[in-house]
């Protein structure tokens, strides 16, 4: 099994990421959150990768860090929670909040990431409010600062917005407005999804 990649980033979309190693791209599904923290296209970078096999498709998905990549194990562990799902709910959060919030059992704040009810919000938070906790990952949230995720965010968004080819003005501007229509409390792929729409509906 692909356990890590060492190459260049060749090609990047909103989900995936097309990395070169020698010239072999291998297609690399990674967070939204990651993916804005990517380097340019042209550019080296070095990725751990988890792969997962089914009968009708071999899929790599892509952590810039070993705690992203436990609490991806983690998340694909709960019943009915596949890796299409865990990469998205650690795109609704950064690690250290997604941490926090499963440890507190905040099932309000875990059904505002994209694709996250409540019954499977509950879920998340009885079988892992535990489990976080043996995973050194609660040393991560206990670094986080009570006022960082609405300045982290909107900083994580201009930065997601320029790596997919925006002028930095453009992504400025589109981040302040997704954050107004939203509220700086909203989950980060909301923010994202927001500031893509006005980014495509400005002339």
Do not use: C, W
């Not at 692909?2 to 989900?15: F, Y």
């Not at 968004?157 to 925006?166: D, E, K, P, R």
């Amino acid at each position: 099994m692909i356990a890590a990649l060492r190459g260049t980033v060749q090609e990047k979309s909103l989900e995936e990421a097309i990395i070169d190693v020698g010239g072999v791209g291998y297609r690399v599904f990674f967070s939204t959150l990651t993916l804005g923290r990517l380097p340019a296209e042209g550019e080296p970078v070095q990725v751990r990768v988890r792969t997962v096999v089914r009968e009708d498709a071999f899929e790599l998905f892509g952590f810039l860090s070993r705690p992203e990549e436990e609490l991806f194990l983690l998340l694909n562990s709960v019943s009915h929670v596949g890796p299409r799902l865990a990469l998205a709910v650690l795109s609704g959060m950064e690690v250290a909040e997604l941490v926090a919030a499963l440890g507190r059992g905040e099932v309000a704040r875990l059904t505002k990431i994209h694709g996250v009810g409540k019954k499977t919000a509950e879920r998340l938070v009885l079988e892992l409010k535990d489990k976080v906790k043996t995973l050194h990952l609660e040393q991560v949230a206990t670094q986080l600062k009570p006022e960082a995720p609405a300045a982290k965010h909107l900083a994580d968004l201009i930065s997601a917005l320029v790596n997919l080819g925006y002028k930095q003005p453009q992504a400025e501007k589109a981040a302040q407005s997704a954050s107004e229509r939203l509220g700086e409390e909203a989950a980060f792929q909301a923010l994202f999804r927001e500031a893509l729409k006005v980014l495509r509906a400005t002339p």
